[in-house]
């Protein structure tokens, strides 16, 4: 029994240092990757990546920016490019055939005005005219007579006032036969008519129709308005403060009815007095054309204040992050287990003013505008790649 026991622990011994060696032997090797810390300014992306941030290379750019003033206004025309049409002496309405909107050339047809005065205004204008011819030979001949001693001084005064009582009936008329639309030069015995065209002194669009058939109209009745909306200008209100910012000569850009659409336009005077309410005008000439610019309008107008040339780069290349200010360069191209990856440097700025979709910058010292190449677009995704580990974070 003590002998069985003996070689069974014999057995079982060599079986386990068997089973150790054989262990150690087939053992494997662990190797240990140390993994790349990349410093806190870098960001690294896959060539797909790069694609997918959309990101594009550019340079610091020279630009001419200044303050910006944003202010309100309406969109105005000059007097002589708006008219209000009456018919000086009144009458019928026999024809019109325009609606407010539509488009009227100068010395177009609005309306077709009756009225028996004008037939009285024509017979009598006739019958001047007629009289003043014979009053005028009556008057040559009697001149002449008067220098032959044939005729007296009073037979000559007498003729000489019928003569000027004509010609200035004949004159009055002829202003008559004008303010009602007729050219006296083409009226004749045989082309009297009860009725006269009431025609647009101007060029532009109907903004008021306030006539129809049959309706009589006085004097003083607004028949149309008309505005020419070819030559606009702004009428703005800026605040008694702003007064030593704006000039004549200066540029500006407005926006209508939220719309995103950039007009221009040029300020031509400012106000010489301060209102009540501590206001004062700017006026600005329209020089873009649009034909949704009405006058009325309200706008919302940005004035230049200065202009200067300064390091600046499109808006959407400055990034902003905990109150800070940056932007990235290219670094480097580089090679990882056979990946090919670009990195990207942030680098801090300071802002300045901004327009026309570019950002003033000031880079730090010994910065290189002429080498640096400057992502322009795709920063913003570069900085969530860094910053808040999205999924293009490697």
Do not use: W
Not at 84 to 95: E, R, S
Not at 124 to 134: C, H, I, P, T
Not at 273 to 278: E, L
């Amino acid at each position: 029994m003590t002998k069985f026991s003996y070689k069974t622990l014999l057995i079982f011994s060599g079986l386990i240092i068997c089973l150790v060696s054989c262990s150690k032997g087939n053992k494997p090797t662990v190797e240990t990757k140390v993994a790349e810390v990349l410093p806190e300014d870098i960001v690294e992306l896959r060539a797909d990546q790069i694609k997918l941030a959309n990101v594009e290379l550019g340079a610091v750019e020279i630009h001419s920016l200044g303050n910006i003033l944003k202010v309100n206004g309406i969109i105005s025309v000059a007097p002589q490019n708006l008219a209000t049409v009456c018919m000086p002496l009144g009458g019928f309405i026999k024809n019109t055939t325009l609606l407010p909107g539509n488009a009227v050339s100068k010395g177009q047809t609005l309306a077709v005005i009756e009225n028996q005065d004008f037939v009285d205004i024509q017979q009598s204008y006739l019958e001047a005219k007629n009289r003043f011819v014979f009053a005028d030979a009556e008057y040559k001949r009697h001149t002449d007579l008067f220098k032959d001693d044939v005729y007296s001084e009073q037979n000559l005064q007498q003729v000489t006032v019928e003569y000027k009582n004509l010609k200035a009936m004949v004159k009055s008329l002829e202003q008559k036969l004008l303010l009602i639309g007729i050219n006296p030069d083409q009226l004749r015995e045989d082309n009297i008519s009860s009725t006269v065209n009431l025609v647009s002194p101007i060029k532009g669009f109907l903004k008021a129709v306030n006539v129809n058939i049959g309706k009589y109209v006085s004097p003083t009745d607004v028949l149309f308005e008309i505005v020419n909306s070819d030559k606009l200008f702004l009428e703005l209100t800026l605040f008694e403060k702003d007064a030593d910012k704006v000039a004549a000569g200066q540029k500006m850009r407005f926006y209508i009815n939220n719309e995103t659409e950039e007009h221009e336009a040029v300020i031509t005077q400012t106000g010489k007095s301060v209102s009540d309410d501590k206001t004062f005008r700017v006026y600005a000439a329209v020089i873009s054309s649009c034909k949704n610019l009405l006058p009325g309008m309200y706008v919302n107008a940005y004035i230049e204040e200065s202009v200067n040339k300064l390091t600046a780069l499109p808006s959407e290349a400055v990034v902003s992050f905990d109150d800070k200010n940056y932007i990235f360069i290219y670094e480097k191209e580089k090679e990882e287990a056979g990946m090919p990856f670009t990195e990207y440097k942030m680098i801090e700025v300071k802002k300045g003013v901004s327009g026309s979709g570019f950002t003033e910058i000031k880079l730090p010292e010994g910065f290189n505008i002429n080498t640096s190449k400057i992502v322009i677009k795709g920063a913003y995704n570069l900085l969530s790649a860094k910053k808040n580990a999205g999924e293009m974070a490697c």
